[in-house]
């Protein structure tokens, strides 16, 4: 479910994100004309913005892990194979260890040319 609501209080909630958008489109095109009209450059960015972060807020899944290992022992067992493997339940695994490097993890389910 999409939600987008303006500060007037209309608020628009639908399944599809398109249609919500083309809902507060609609809305804001003919119920606040002359405002949208009166509005600088900068104050429709900040406008857009505030809108993405609601539809950011709504449609994006956050989630935060804490590993109890440096960031240097993270590093080292997501680029070393032998240790991604082993993390990863003994999937085939094959990492390039350079920046940009090849990579293939899970048994091929996530790969990278
Ligand atoms: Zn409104």
């Known amino acids: 479910m999409t939600t987008l609501s303006c500060d007037f209080g209309f608020k628009v909630e ?13 809305h804001a095109i003919h ?5 949208l009209k009166s509005m600088t450059i900068e104050q429709l ?6 809108k993405d ?10 989630q935060e892990v804490e590993f109890a290992a440096s960031p240097n022992r993270i590093y ?3 680029t070393d194979a032998a240790q991604f493997s082993k993390v990863s339940g003994g999937a085939p695994t094959e ?9 293939s993890c899970f048994g091929g389910m996530i790969v990278a040319p």
Do not use: C
């Open 95 to 103: 990492i390039t260890p350079e920046a940009g490097g090849s990579f």
């Open 53 to 62: 972060k609601q539809l950011g807020d709504s449609l994006a899944i956050h």
């Open 76 to 78: 080292e067992v997501l």
């Open 14 to 26: 639908e399944e599809n994100r398109y249609e919500v958008e083309a809902k507060m489109w609609h």
């Open 45 to 50: 960015t900040q406008w857009l913005m505030g």
């Open 31 to 35: 119920d606040h004309a002359d405002m």
